[in-house]
Every structure is written in C-alpha cells, then in structure tokens.
C-alpha cells in the first residue's frame, strides 16, 4: 500500500524489517524517537529492541493528552532537536497515538524546513486514521487542528501487538474511525464491524488493514483534499466542534472517536433529511453507535455553542460550513451546506431515549 511519493504503510514483523531496511539504506546523522508519557512507559523499550542501527538515537519525550496538541509544544521540541545537535539529515520516528503522529510528523516537516520522519502509530486511532494520509497538525487553544501541513511520512509501520496497552475506550476510539470509512465507502465492511460482538485482537489485524487500504484509495486519488478526500470528514464538523466543547470541560472530555460517534449520528439524521439516506439506514447507523458509545447529554446551551464552533472549522470556504452527507451507506454527498434549524433538530433525534439492545 503506497502513499503519495511511494511511502508505505506495514505491519507488525513486516514493518520492523522494512523500517530496519530502510534505515540502513539511508545515511542519517542522528535518530529523534519522540514520545508521549504513556509510549514512553509502555512502548519505548520494546520499539528500541527491534531497531537495528548504528546511528545514535535520542528520546524526546512530550506530555500525554491532546490538551498538548499545540505550538508551545512544538515550540519545546524543536528547541531539544536544535540543543541535541539535529540537522537537515536528521530523522523523526514519531512512536505514540493520534497527538504524537499529528504533532511529530508537523514538528518534521517544519524543522530545518523539513527533517524526514516516519510514524509508528501505537493506538488504534493513529493506525487507521491519523498517522495515515500525510496530513499533521496543531490546536489553536481548543479549535482543533487549525494550523498545519499536509506532509506523507517516509512510512507508517504499525505493530498491533501495541493495542494490547491500551484501554477499552482508546480501541472504541479508534473504531469510529473504522465505522466512518465503513459509511462511506464499504457497506460490507460496516456490516462487520458493528456485527463484532468484542474488539478480538486475533480479528482486529484484518478488520485494521481494510480500514487503511479505505483511507489509502481515497487519499491516493485525492492526496490535497481538493474533492474526494473530504468525505473522510464525515462526522468531523460536529465531532470537532463537540470535542473542541468538552475540551473546556475537563472533568467531562471526550476522546476523539467519542465526539465523532456523535457527529456521525448526527450527519446521519442530516442525510436523511437532506440527501434522502432511508429512514432504516437512519435508524440502524443510530442504534448501533449508541449500542458502542452510549449516548452524551448534550444540554441546549452545549448545543448553541456546538453550533457557533462550525465557524471555526478548516472545510468552511468562504463562510459557508460544508457538511459530509450520506445519499446511502458507502455513498456520500461533500460540501452540503445544512440550516442551522436542521442541526438543532438532529440534536434531538440524538437526544431521543435509546430503542436498540446491546450489539
């Protein structure tokens, strides 16, 4: 699976020798890891066992969570590149979640004018989503992902057995994602996923590569998001602004696939009334993420605010707020505009008491 200008995305004992081939046909000066808290404790050494080099290697860790996810991080790091000695030749390993790939990978490309790197994503989020397609980024205080570059990785190499460390609700993080190129590109593969009764690591692995083989196609025909790329922000213009919300409320924060959830029950209602996505596919999309993530209570104040965030968010051209939709399921609909009466009215179909069973 290639990306843009031949990198690649590999697996577990795959990826290891492919990036430890790599590394031994390129002549860099010196190896940067960057690390959060959390990959520090839990990933590090292992990774740092299976690498095999002669170059020297420096660790450079940052503070966990996405509240981190900003320039004054960015800030500290490239002032450790440039005090440890890096240099146009230097490379990036970024080893952690959706924050270190989308931080390191815009920290790499900024550096010197842009130091080579290459993503080791260890949650499932970062391995179907975020570590994949070259876009990385920053926060502006808690607008999400408001100033950054589209940049493609040397590779991406995932090790699944990483998942292992993680907690129930960083892997239904992660499956957002998962469910969101299932909606608009593979009814099949929708179909399978919700249908899974547990997140089986020993099912996970092929159900991963699918998801990134979705993101593959579609950033490989769109690479700068000029038409196709954008249905991958299904879900995103709520979601963002939902997460941009909770990340004021700390005692009530949302992950990242959370707040999607939420927004793809809400575009889902949208579609309905907009683009004609059947009342049953309604329903079902609806239930099944309710089923996974229960449901959030969004209080009508929450939703006015919610609802003055769209501004803010980086698909909007020339003011207008454009909106990933649905016609069916594996068919969306980009750039759709939606009145703000039909926004308060997809928070109530969200809002209504749940009908289905646990899937």
């Known amino acids: ?62 503070d ?6 900003n320039l004054e991080t960015c800030m500290g790091i490239w002032r450790v590149l440039t005090e440890l000695g890096a240099d146009r030749k230097s490379l990036l390993i970024n080893l952690g979640g959706g924050v270190v790939t989308d931080l ?7 550096f010197r004018r842009g130091i080579s790197c290459i993503h080791f994503p260890t949650t499932l989020l970062a391995m ?5 397609g070259g876009k990385n980024g920053v926060n502006l205080d808690n607008l999400k992902n408001q100033v950054g570059v589209i940049s493609p990785p040397e590779m991406v190499v995932a090790d699944t057995s990483f998942l292992q460390t993680l ?18 590109s593979d009814i099949k593969y929708w179909k399978k996923l919700v249908n899974l009764k547990d997140l089986d690591l020993s099912q996970l692995d092929e159900l991963i590569l699918e ?38 409320k700390p005692s ?26 059947s009342k049953e596919s309604m329903e079902e999309i609806r239930e099944r993420i309710l089923s996974l993530y ?15 965030l769209l501004k803010f968010d980086k698909k909007n051209e020339g003011g207008k707020i454009n909106f990933v939709l649905l016609r069916k399921i594996g068919d969306p609909v980009i750039d759709r505009q939606v009145p703000n009466d039909l926004l308060y009215d997809a928070f109530r179909y969200y809002l209504e008491p749940q009908r289905g069973t646990e899937f």
């Open 64 to 69: 966990a969570g996405e509240e981190n996810k």
């Open 128 to 132: 179907v989503d975020a570590a994949v």
């Open 294 to 308: 229960g449901q959030v209570d969004i209080p009508a104040e929450d939703q006015e605010k919610i609802i003055d």
């Open 104 to 110: 390191g990978g815009f920290v790499a490309a900024t």
């Open 1 to 62: 699976m290639d990306f843009p200008n031949n990198n690649a995305v590999f697996f577990n004992e795959e990826g290891y020798r492919h990036l430890n081939l790599f590394l031994t046909g390129k002549n860099f000066s010196k190896i940067f890891i960057l690390v959060d808290s959390n990959t520090h404790e839990f990933c590090l050494s292992s990774f740092l066992n299976r690498l095999q080099t002669t170059v020297g290697i420096e660790v450079v860790e940052m």
């Open 167 to 184: 907690p129930a609700a960083e892997m239904r993080s992660g499956l957002a994602e998962m469910l969101k190129h299932g909606l608009i």
């Open 211 to 248: 998801s990134i083989e979705i993101k593959q196609g579609i950033v490989k025909q769109d690479p700068r998001e000029e038409g196709l790329r954008k249905s991958l922000n299904f879900g995103h213009t709520l979601g963002h602004a939902i997460e941009s919300l909770f990340m004021e």
């Open 252 to 277: 009530e924060k949302l992950l990242h696939g959370e707040a999607v959830a939420i927004g793809m029950v809400l575009a889902a209602y949208l579609s309905h009334r907009l683009e004609d996505l």
